[in-house]
């Protein structure tokens, strides 16, 4: 009599023998960063497809969801990436950072700055370690000649990018807002030095990619970047008499362009203060200045 197989005598898929080309497949409906680093630690043979396909990263690639990139601790050199939507962190080394300062992000790369001369700045894709050079801070247009004794935080206060940086992307444009005069200056992967923009206006705010072109707050207008035969800004709004305020942003919504004005509350007694925002209406340009 044929002795009938047990429901728990199953046969096992060995998972990490899957063709490649199906793993692939796999990897590239993954929405989430964080899943993106945990596939890659299944085990040796899924991380080298996993680093091979996060290294194509100058192909169009789906939007990920946002994770805020946390610094390491003393006694850790790990990064944490923080998933808003699952509400856990992960760990990822990003050796490429050590001795840097991050500036700021855009579409996951970050813009970071060597603390030592030159001052190289780089995108880095914290995901697949890929590195884009950009020309470095000294090259930029009244450099201070003692930026030794110039904290490195206080220099390069925002950059900004008009699509994915490679080497062979001839369109992507690199703005931002740089020294204590917060000038603006631009360049492209490959350039040996930043290109200062005319204006009259200095103490530049916020700056912002919209609708092809850049932009950046000054004092009481908005101003268009002109990266053209003769760099300059141009006039593009300006801007109501609000008192003063903190900070000051652009920040591109349903389409539409708006002025954010965020200010510290003195009035409440909460220990620490809080800060409030006020959301003005969309930017249109000015009929005349």
Known sequence: MQQKSSPDRMSYTDWSKLPKELIELIFDELQHAGDIIRFGTICRFWGLVALEARQQVFKPLRPLSPMLLLPPNKDDEAHKLYDFFKKKAYKIQIPAMRDKWCCNSWNGWLITINHTFPYEICCLNPISGVQIDLPPAITFEDSPPDLDETPIEFFLNKVVLSSTPSPSNANCVIMAIHSNYKKLAFCKPGDKRWITLKSEDIQYKDLLYYKDNFYAIGR??????????????????????????????????????????????????????????????????????
């Open 220 to 289: 009481s207008k908005v101003v268009q970047c002109d990266i053209g035969d003769d760099p300059r800004v141009i006039p593009f709004a300006l801007l109501p008499k609000m008192g003063y305020f903190q900070y000051r942003y652009l920040v591109e919504s349903s389409d539409c362009l708006l002025y954010v004005l965020r200010y510290m509350d003195l009035k409440d007694q909460e220990d620490p203060l809080k800060l409030r925002c006020i959301i003005l209406t969309s930017i249109k340009r000015s009929g005349s200045f």
